[in-house]
C-alpha cells in the first residue's frame, strides 16, 4: 500500500518539520474528520429530496492508521433515530448506501474500501455528535446511544457504582463500533474467582439486552426502526454486524464496579513467559491462573515483554499509586523522542533495517516510563486502569486473529504462535528483511456465554469471533494474538500472510480454532491485505459453520435486502453458498 501521503519525507534544515511533530500532526490529522460546510445548491443537484431537516456536508474519512482514505464524501449527523431513519429511507429511494462512522478506530475496509471517491454514492452518517443519550435503566442496566464513547459509557456507570468485567484499551471508541465487531478486552476467571452477576468475559456485544436498528419493513415498503430483544432470532444476527446493519441504541447489561490493581512488569524473559506447557516458573498461564486479567506486549527483536496484570484489589495495597482518571501511561501516549527519531528514520528511507533498534527503544522507553510515572502499580476504580490509549499514540498497522481452546490449551496456544514467530521473524532478518518493527499483543479472554446477559432464551452473536463452538463444548476461552507494524512496512504483508497461514493450518478445529478478528488485518496475499480469495471466502466462514454463516448472512440480508447498509468489501465477504461455485466448507 502507498503510504507516502502519510509518511513524508523528514528533511534537514532550520524549517524542517521535526520527525516527533510530523508523527503527532499525523495522528492528529487521522483522528479529526475534515468537515467542510455544504453549498445548498449544489447538495440540492447531487442529493435531490435529501430530509430538509438534517444539514449536510463534505468530510474526509481516515481510518485508524490512514491507510484507507476518501476526500469530500457526503456527510450528515442526524439529530436522533427518527433523523436517521429518514435519511436511510432516501438513501434506499436514491441508489445511495450509507455507512456508519464513529471515531474511525479500525483497519479493516468495514466502513468504506479503498478507492472511494467523492463520486461514489455513499453518504457518512456520524454518530457522535448526537447519537450519545446515557440513562440508567431499572437494576444495574444502561440505555446508551451507540456514538457514544467507551470512555463516557464507563465514567457514567461508574457515577452509579457500575462497571464492566473489561473492556478495549482505547477510550475513544463508539459503543456502536465496538458492538459491530466483537471488541473485548481481556480477562478470564482467576481461580476461585466467584464473579457477581453483570460480568462476562466475552465480548461486549454479549452484554447487549436489547437493541434498536433500521430495518426493512416489507409490509410497509420502507426501512423502519425496530427494538429486537436478546431472546429473538434475528438479534443474534444483529449483535456483531459488521457494518451491515444500522444500530441507533442498545440496552446493556453491568455489574457493580471493581477496583483493580493493575501491576507493569519487564524483567520476566519471554522464553520463560510463553515457554511450553508444564515448564514451570512464571508462564502467561501461572498469571491467568492467579489474576485472570493478561494483556503481553512483545516488541519485535526484543526478549522481555511488557506484562501487565490486573486482579480485583477491593483494598488499595501498599505502594500502589491510586489513580482517579484513566491514560496512565504518558510514555504511550505520545511519540518519545527516542521512538520518533528512529521511526523518522525509517519511514524516511534510511533504512527498515533499524527495526531492531526500534524495538530496542519502545522497551527502553516503557522500562524507563513505568519508573519515571509511578506507573508500574497502579490501583483505582476499573474504568482508571483499563482505558489506557490515547488517540496521540504511534499509529501501526495491526493482524489479528482469536484462537479458541480450552483453558488447559491456552500456554501452549502461546507457546507454539510465538516460537513460530520468532522463527519466522529471524527467517526473514537472516535475508536482510524486517517486516515487523512494533509488537505481538496477547490477551485472554472467555467466549460469549448468553446465560451471562441474565435473560432466559438470550441469543449467542453469530458472526462473533468468541461464539462457542457446539463442536468443542470444552472450550471456553480465546487467546487474542496482534502483530503490529508501521504502514508501508515492506514484507510485512508476506510475512504477516506465513503467518495467517500457520494460524490457519495449527489450529483449525483440532485442540483450537483460529478466527478472524475483524477490526484487524486478515486474508493476506504476498502484498496485500483482506484480499485471499480462499480465506475470505471459504476460510472464514467455514470457522463458524455453514449453518450459522448462512443464517447470518440471511438474516442481515432479509433485515437489509437492499443493502444500503454495505460496501463492496461486504458484499464479497457476506454472501450465502451457493453464490460462488468454489465454495467449500470444512
Known sequence: ??????????????????????????????????????????????????????????????????????????????????????????????????RARG??????????????????????????????????????AVRAGTGVTLEALLTFLEGHGLGLTATPAPGDLTLGGALAIDAHGTAVPADGERPPPGSTYGSLSNRVLELTAVVWDADRGAYVLRTFRREEADCAALLTHLGRAFVTEVVLRAGPDSDLRCVSRTDIPARELFAAPGSGGRTLESFLRRSGRVEAIWFAFTEFPWLKEWSVTPVRPAGSRHVTSPYNYPFSDSVPTLVADLVGRLVAGAGWYLAPELGTAQLTVARLGLAATGSADLWGPSKNTLLYLRPTTLRVTANGYAVLTSRTGVQRVVHEFTRHYRELLAAYAARGRFPVNGSVEIRVTGLDDPADSGVPGARIPLLSALRPSAEHPEW????????????????????????????????????????????????????????????????????????????????????????????????????????????AWK
Open 103 to 140: 471515531s474511525s478506530h479500525g483497519w479493516s475496509p468495514l466502513t468504506i474500501t479503498e478507492g472511494t471517491t467523492a463520486r461514489t454514492r455513499t453518504l457518512l452518517i456520524d454518530t457522535t455528535p448526537h447519537l450519545t443519550g446515557l440513562a440508567l435503566e431499572s437494576g444495574s
Open 476 to 583: 471456553d476461552t480465546a487467546v487474542w494474538l496482534d502483530v503490529l507494524t508501521l504502514p508501508g512496512t515492506p514484507y510485512a504483508e508476506a510475512f504477516l500472510r506465513e503467518l495467517e497461514r500457520f494460524l490457519l493450518g495449527a489450529y483449525d478445529g483440532g485442540y483450537a480454532l483460529a478466527r478472524a478478528e475483524w477490526s484487524k488485518g486478515w486474508a493476506y496475499t504476498d502484498g496485500s491485505v483482506w484480499s485471499d480469495p480462499e480465506v475470505l471466502g471459504t476460510v472464514v466462514p467455514g470457522t463458524f459453520g455453514r449453518q450459522v454463516w448462512t443464517r447470518a448472512v440471511t438474516t442481515l440480508d432479509r433485515l437489509d435486502p437492499h443493502r444500503v447498509f454495505g460496501n463492496a468489501f461486504l458484499d464479497r465477504l457476506l454472501r450465502r453458498p451457493g453464490l460462488e461455485a468454489d465454495w
Open 1 to 98: 500500500m502507498d503510504t507516502s501521503a502519510n509518511f513524508p519525507s523528514v528533511h534537514g534544515g532550520s524549517g524542517a518539520v521535526s520527525r516527533r511533530g510530523l508523527l503527532r500532526g499525523a495522528a492528529a490529522f487521522a483522528a479529526v474528520p475534515v468537515l467542510l460546510a455544504a453549498d445548498p445548491a449544489v447538495a440540492a443537484a447531487e442529493l435531490p429530496g435529501f430530509p430538509a431537516e438534517v444539514t449536510l456536508y463534505r468530510s474526509a474519512y481516515r481510518n485508524w492508521v490512514g491507510e484507507i482514505t476518501a476526500d469530500g464524501l457526503w456527510a450528515c449527523a442526524p439529530t436522533g433515530p427518527e433523523q436517521v431513519l429518514a435519511v436511510v429511507n432516501w438513501a434506499w429511494r436514491g441508489g445511495w448506501r450509507v
